[in-house]
């Protein structure tokens, strides 16, 4: 089998932990490392998140720490969705993992510049560490084969009517990446709303009975009551996981092709994803968005990933 070697760029984050789950199991992603955003929480906090995941999961791979900070906002953090930890709602051994010695912008540089194939990014947080390695060595962008993210939507937003969490909070770093010609691939609300974690959900996955799926099903109670506080869901949107579903098995999806642009009015709609659904203004398509995913195929792969450990 061919392997699709990737990094995963991410904030964790509860969805986060389950986007690292099936990244780090699926036999068909080489999992080259992973490179550390603030976003959910301060990168100190989203940071030891990480290594305590890829500690508990037992996964061999550098784990580096990005900007703390977007390029021009003020950090905005999402502490009433994820917690004082960021990954509120499980208890984790104590930790021995240690950071790899590089940061995150010198690490997706070394990487594409080494690797013999073009690596696929995935990017489930704030888009700034892969906007900065892009500005800062732009000879990197031929060997990116692609940008899979979450973040943005074609519809409504949820920390604004207009933007998405992801988008909102680095939105000039988002501008970056979808105006540098990479093939992109967009993972919005459209999509992560289709996926709610309802509890028939957790207790089928509570019946895996392995330490992922422990892991799994403390981490999604916590997520749903938030989100039921915040949101009045009946379940937590699995936002992050579906950009390693598309990698997985991208027959799952519903997708199409589209110009978009990044809102940077520093107005009402500031991080809005403008998807140009209908092409009036006749522009490049440069984003293949999400449309429409088969909720029932995504939950097998999540059971298949927590089977795994």
Do not use: W
């Not at 906090?45 to 305590?52: D, E, I, P």
């Not at 000039?172 to 974690?197: K, N």
């Not at 009551?225 to 598309?246: F, K, M, N, W």
């Amino acid at each position: 089998m061919r392997r699709t070697p990737m990094i995963l760029d991410c904030d964790p984050g509860h969805d986060d932990a389950v986007a690292i789950m099936m990244a780090g199991a699926d036999p068909s992603i080489e999992l080259l490392g992973l490179t550390i955003s603030a976003g959910n929480q301060t990168l100190e906090k989203t940071g030891r998140n990480a290594l305590n995941l890829v500690q508990y999961l037992n996964l061999d791979v550098p784990v580096c720490p990005g900007s703390p900070r977007p390029l021009i906002r003020e950090l905005q953090i999402a502490d009433d969705i994820h917690g004082e930890s960021g990954l509120d709602g499980f208890t984790f051994p104590p930790l021995k993992r240690r950071f790899d010695e590089r940061a995150a912008v010198d690490f997706i540089i070394d990487t594409l510049l080494a690797h013999p194939e073009p690596v696929t990014l995935v990017t489930t947080g704030p888009m700034t560490n892969v906007a900065l390695a892009m500005r800062l060595r732009p000879e990197i962008i031929p060997n990116i084969r692609r940008i899979v993210l979450m973040g943005g939507s074609y519809g409504y937003g949820n920390v604004t009517p207009a933007a998405e969490f992801n988008i909102r909070v680095d939105p000039e770093a988002a501008h970056i990446l979808f105006t540098s010609g990479v093939p992109l691939v967009m993972m919005g609300l459209d999509v992560t709303r289709q996926v709610l974690v309802r509890e028939e959900i957790i207790e089928r996955m509570e019946s895996v009975g392995t330490s992922a799926a422990r892991l799994f099903c403390d981490l999604m109670r916590a997520f749903n009551a938030t989100q039921r506080e915040v949101y009045s869901l009946p379940g937590g949107p699995l936002h992050d996981p579906v950009t390693i579903a598309y990698l997985i098995d991208p027959s799952l999806f519903t997708m199409q092709h589209v110009h978009c642009a990044i809102d940077l009015s520093h107005g009402e709609s500031y991080g809005r994803t403008n998807c140009d659904m209908f092409d009036y203004l006749g522009r490049p398509r440069n984003v293949h968005v999400a449309k429409q995913i088969d909720a029932e195929g995504f939950f097998d792969l999540v059971e298949h990933t927590l089977e795994q450990y």
